[in-house]
């Protein structure tokens, strides 16, 4: 089956330390994004990816960094410089182009998160 | 980045219709209304989207007012399932999803 898996579901680190969220899709999508989602809010866009080896900040890129080095892999870390990490990290992507594969090219199609507790 | 507003929280009873109310008073011309809902502890998957004309798939249905300043996401009958935060999203093609804090909606029994 076709999806997008996010791993660890929960994870724990002490302050101080960077941490990796890993993010794997196989729907063929060329655009994969990362939301920050805090209790009881809205998603908010941390980074964004339209095609492989190039990135771009969303709203709250400070203290996160990203790499692209294939398709399927958009992986997150969580530097030591965000001062407020705990939080349920949400990995999407999206198709770019119409025609590829069925999928509708407005959707976004969201993995089951990774929620991050830093102490 | 066009806003929408949505009541902060709704309750419907079981098999009962649930309208949720999205305002979007300064919707461009190629501005899409999309839906989407998030069950507890998961990630937002998509319900509905449109344009002009109403709407309808397996999960929803959208009405969206002449003037498209408004619409209305409609599930006809209500199950405990249905229990989620749904979120109405103006999306113009090309840019990306805004995700607000949208509606949270309580299926009772």
């Known amino acids: 089956d076709g999806g997008i898996t996010q791993s660890p579901k929960y994870l724990f680190r002490k302050e101080g330390q960077n941490v990796t969220l890993s993010c794997e899709q196989n729907l063929n999508h060329d655009a994969m994004y990362w939301y920050r989602q805090d209790p009881g809010q809205g998603l908010r866009l941390i980074y964004y990816s339209q095609i492989v080896n190039d990135f771009q900040k969303g709203d709250i890129a400070e203290g996160y960094s990203v790499s692209r080095e294939k398709k399927e892999s958009f992986p997150l870390t969580v530097t030591s410089a965000q001062k407020n990490p705990t939080a349920f990290y949400l990995c999407?992507?999206?198709?770019?182009?119409?025609?590829?594969?069925?999928?509708?090219?407005?959707?976004?199609?969201f993995g089951p998160g990774t929620r991050l507790t830093v102490t | 980045d066009a806003k929408t507003t949505q009541p902060n929280s709704m309750e419907s009873n079981e098999e009962e219709p649930v309208h949720l109310p999205c305002n979007h008073s300064?919707?461009?011309?190629?501005?899409?209304i999309h839906w989407y809902r998030q069950l507890p502890s998961q990630g937002p998957e998509y319900v509905i989207h449109?344009?002009?004309s109403n709407v309808n798939n397996r999960m929803a249905s959208l009405a969206i007012a002449e003037d498209r300043k408004s619409s209305t996401l409609i599930l006809h009958r209500a199950t405990l399932r249905d229990a989620a935060v749904y979120y109405c999203?103006?999306?113009?093609?090309?840019?990306?999803?805004?995700f607000g804090p949208g509606t949270r909606l309580s299926v009772l029994p």
């Open positions: 449109g344009l002009t």
């Open positions: 999203i103006l999306l113009t093609y090309g840019q990306n999803f805004v």
């Open positions: 999407a992507s999206r198709v770019k182009e119409a025609g590829t594969s069925g999928y509708n090219l407005d959707e976004q199609y």
């Open positions: 300064t919707i461009s011309g190629t501005d899409y």
